[in-house]
């Protein structure tokens, strides 16, 4: 049984971590403060405090924001800049020229930086946590190239398969005088896993769908080579694989 006493003594050993991993160094009119909490690096936090006209500024100087965007995250259409939104406001943090920011008086200062060191952590797990929302991101920008190239498509069309099973495609573009219907799935993560449920998704719609319809997957080739096996396992199934650093390549096969 937990007692009163061993409550206290958890919250003693928790500001004892804390303060053990804390450190200040001053950086001209800023105090750079080291954190013992960690990014997805394993790297420790910092944040930076400045005094203006009698409040305290504190930011990230921008990391969080900027590591993202290395590893393909951006912030660049509405849905992302929402989901970003929403979790900076649930901690009462703004985003100024990139970089996560707060205002503090004397008073509320231990508070509003605990405020922006959550903040941090939670937006640092958009990629660590969200991979379904990495994965949408990465039909967001299929879908958005398809609009530039003003190619028409259906988005998130559900198709029942021969065995009766449904099947969702990310784009369906409908057929012309000069292509068949075409049916296409973004694939964020090109594994045998993802790989395979196109394949079958595929073959089990393409026995009731026209003759000459065709399946494209796009596949994100951004962060991972893409494996001569799993293009090879789409060709077998008339399925065309398109890298997305190659998809300037297939244009053709998308218009009309």
């Given at each position: 049984m937990?007692?009163?006493?061993d409550?206290?003594?958890?919250?003693?050993?928790?500001?004892?971590w804390l303060?053990?991993?804390?450190?200040?160094?001053?950086?001209?009119?800023?105090?750079?403060?080291?954190?013992?909490?960690?990014?997805?690096?394993?790297?420790?936090?910092?944040?930076y405090?400045?005094?203006?006209?009698?409040?305290?500024?504190?930011s990230?100087?921008?990391?969080?924001?900027?590591?993202?965007?290395?590893?393909g995250?951006?912030?660049d259409?509405?849905k992302?800049?929402h989901a970003?939104?929403?979790v900076?406001?649930g901690?009462?943090?703004?985003q100024?020229?990139?970089?996560l920011?707060?205002e503090a008086?004397?008073?509320d200062?231990?508070?509003?930086k605990?405020?922006?060191?959550?903040?941090?952590?939670?937006?640092?797990?958009?990629?660590?946590?969200g991979r379904e929302?990495?994965?949408?991101?990465?039909r967001e920008?299929?879908?958005?190239?398809?609009v530039?190239?003003n190619?028409?498509f259906?988005a998130?069309?559900k198709l029942?398969?021969?065995?009766?099973?449904?099947?969702?495609?990310?784009?369906a573009?409908?057929?012309?005088?000069?292509?068949?219907?075409?049916?296409?799935?973004?694939?964020?993560?090109?594994n045998?896993?993802?790989?395979g449920?196109?394949?079958?998704?595929?073959n089990?719609v393409?026995?009731?769908?026209k003759e000459n319809?065709?399946?494209?997957?796009?596949?994100?080739?951004?962060e991972?080579?893409?494996?001569?096996?799993?293009?090879?396992?789409?060709?077998?199934?008339?399925?065309?694989?398109i890298s997305?650093?190659?998809?300037e390549?297939?244009?053709?096969?998308?218009f009309?």
């Open positions: 937990t007692t009163a006493s409550c206290l003594t958890l919250v003693d050993e928790y500001i004892a303060r053990k991993g804390l450190s200040v160094e001053q950086i001209g009119e800023v105090c750079e403060i080291t954190t013992p909490f960690l990014d997805r690096h394993n790297d420790q936090l910092q944040i405090v400045q005094r203006e006209n009698g409040k305290y500024i504190l990230d100087d921008g990391y969080i924001l900027a590591d993202l965007r290395q590893s995250v951006e912030f259409t509405e992302r800049k970003l939104a929403t900076l406001q901690y009462g943090v703004t100024v020229e990139g970089k920011w707060v008086s004397r008073e200062l231990p508070r509003r605990h405020n922006l060191i959550q903040a941090m952590l939670a937006v640092n797990d958009l990629f660590i946590m929302h990495v994965a949408s991101f990465f920008d299929v879908e958005r190239y398809l530039a190239k190619v028409r259906v998130m069309i029942a398969g021969q065995s009766g099973y449904d099947h969702t495609f990310d784009f573009i409908p057929p012309s005088d000069k292509h068949p219907e075409r049916l296409a799935r973004a694939i964020n993560t090109p045998r896993d993802n790989i449920a196109f394949i079958f998704a595929w089990d393409r026995q009731v769908r319809a065709r399946a494209f997957a796009f596949l994100n080739d951004e991972r080579n893409i494996s001569a096996d799993s293009l090879h396992a789409l060709e077998a199934y008339e399925i065309i694989g997305w650093s190659r998809r390549e297939f244009v053709e096969l998308l009309g």
